[in-house]
């Protein structure tokens, strides 16, 4: 089994379709909190729909489009990162996150995110990554600063949430930038 150690107590795993009971309670813990940061199709109400969305990832990972991974805190599912979008034709790749607020603060994102870009880049031979959020979503934006991106642009409105049209920010990092950060 494949697990990336993120601290003493945390740790980086794919989150499968066997993990639906589990992602079910961890989105009953996290739903309310990152409703607003994270697509509409993510959030589920249910095991079955929890069960669909690994599914889903599961059938991008094998078409190598996407991938997901869960963040485990004291043995507990708190939060993820993902291969959002692969298109390795093109050398590109989106990451994306999530975490419930107990799991905030503590920089687990950060480090998961780092070796999604680690192995995008290293591994995958990968040439861009890039880290979409909302614009007023603070928490998010640093975490694109601290693994290294530049912001390229602002897109107006783009989000709806909740009747609001929110702004979204476009972040990335190339391969020769993120080297140059691990030198």
């Not at 309310?32 to 690994?54: C, K, S």
């Not at 599912?77 to 298109?87: A, C, K, P, S, Y």
């Not at 880049?121 to 991106?149: I, K, P, Y």
């Amino acid at each position: 089994m494949f697990s990336l150690p993120l601290r003493d107590n945390a740790s980086l795993r794919p989150l499968e379709i066997w993990h639906a009971e589990e992602f079910a309670a961890h989105l009953d813990r996290a739903r309310e909190h990152i409703r607003p940061w994270v697509g509409a199709g993510f959030i589920t109400d249910d095991l079955d729909g929890a069960r669909a969305t690994l599914r889903r990832y599961a059938e991008r990972q094998a078409a190598d489009g996407g991938r997901l991974y869960g963040i485990w805190l004291d043995g507990t599912l708190v939060g993820g990162v993902m291969f959002v979008d692969v298109n390795a034709a093109l050398g590109l790749c989106e990451i994306g996150c999530w975490l419930e607020p107990a799991a905030e603060g503590l920089g687990l994102v950060t480090d998961a995110c780092d070796a999604l870009l680690d192995w995008a880049f290293t591994v995958r031979g990968l040439h861009r990554a890039e880290w979409r959020c909302r614009a007023d979503n603070d928490r998010s934006s640093a975490v694109a600063q601290r693994l290294g991106m530049t912001l390229e642009g602002v897109q107006r409105e783009y989000w709806p949430c909740d009747g609001i049209r929110h702004d979204k920010e476009n972040w990335a990092i190339l391969a020769p930038e993120w080297r140059l950060t691990r030198a």
